[in-house]
């Protein structure tokens, strides 16, 4: 699609010029029959001078069209360079172990249930993986880069807050959290009917609006840990815009 765009410009840009320099020259060899271009006789001016103010419309087009087809070409290598800095994209992953007795938080909302998250921090898996998946579109390390949790600053941390200095590192390298797309898995609790809440929460730390976060859940149908509910896990694909 950019690259039919891009060839369609370029089309138009290579007529135009052809018209303009058709043109341009016509009105040359008109002006040397006449003697006279733009009220200047040229047994006053020469022709040189009747050349120069001729061709001075059309050197600054030619150089014009050249300066857009370079803007145009460097926007589409970017586009398809794998390294460009223009689009980033990043993927997260979390599990945490499931115990009795501690809250269960999820997207920065505090879920009815029985048993919670085991973890240095709140716990939440969700938060936990948008964070990876936001790093790792920036290049800046994980998670345990920014909060080790070796650190008692981050114990019993609600994730949110690391949600919120994610977004400043980002901001600080030029980088706009476009759309973010996030499966949480577990068995039980039903996740959907929280969904909204968990979007503005996590829309709110992030400074975008919730139209920029996207939740899914799903159950591992009854295998393996998750499927126990023995842990709960969210997968995230997080993308990003260089300013
Ligand atoms: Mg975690």
Redesign the pocket.
């Known amino acids: 699609m950019i690259r039919n765009t891009n060839s369609a410009a370029k089309t138009w840009l290579f007529w135009i010029f052809i018209v303009f320099l058709g043109v341009m020259l016509w009105k040359l060899v008109s002006s040397n029959g006449t003697g006279s271009a733009n009220g200047i006789s040229q047994a006053h001016t020469g022709g040189w001078v009747l050349i120069l103010l001729n061709a001075a419309p059309l050197i600054l087009l030619v150089g014009f069209c050249l300066f857009l087809m370079s803007r145009m070409r460097k926007g589409f290598t970017r586009i398809q360079n794998p390294g460009s800095p223009l689009l980033r994209t990043g993927i997260g992953y ?1 599990l ?1 172990r499931l115990e009795y007795g501690r809250k269960l938080i999820v997207g920065g909302i505090e879920l009815p249930f029985d048993k919670g998250p085991v ?1 240095h921090s709140d ?1 939440d ?1 969700l938060a ?1 993986a948008i964070c990876d998946a936001l790093l790792g579109a920036a290049g800046l390390g994980d ?1 345990g880069t920014h909060f080790p949790d070796t650190d008692p600053k981050w114990e019993g941390a609600n994730s949110l807050r690391f949600l919120e200095h994610t977004r400043k590192l980002l901001d600080e390298n030029h980088f706009t959290i476009q759309y973010v797309d996030a499966v949480v898995i577990t068995e039980k609790p039903k996740l959907g009917p929280h969904f909204p809440k968990m979007r503005e929460a996590l829309a709110h730390a992030l400074g975008v609006s919730t139209e920029h976060v996207h939740l899914k859940a799903k159950t591992n149908e009854g295998v393996d840990a998750v499927g126990h509910g023995e842990a709960i896990a969210a997968h995230v694909v997080a993308t990003l815009s260089q300013r």
Do not use: L, M
């Open positions: 979390d945490h973890g716990g898996v936990h998670i």
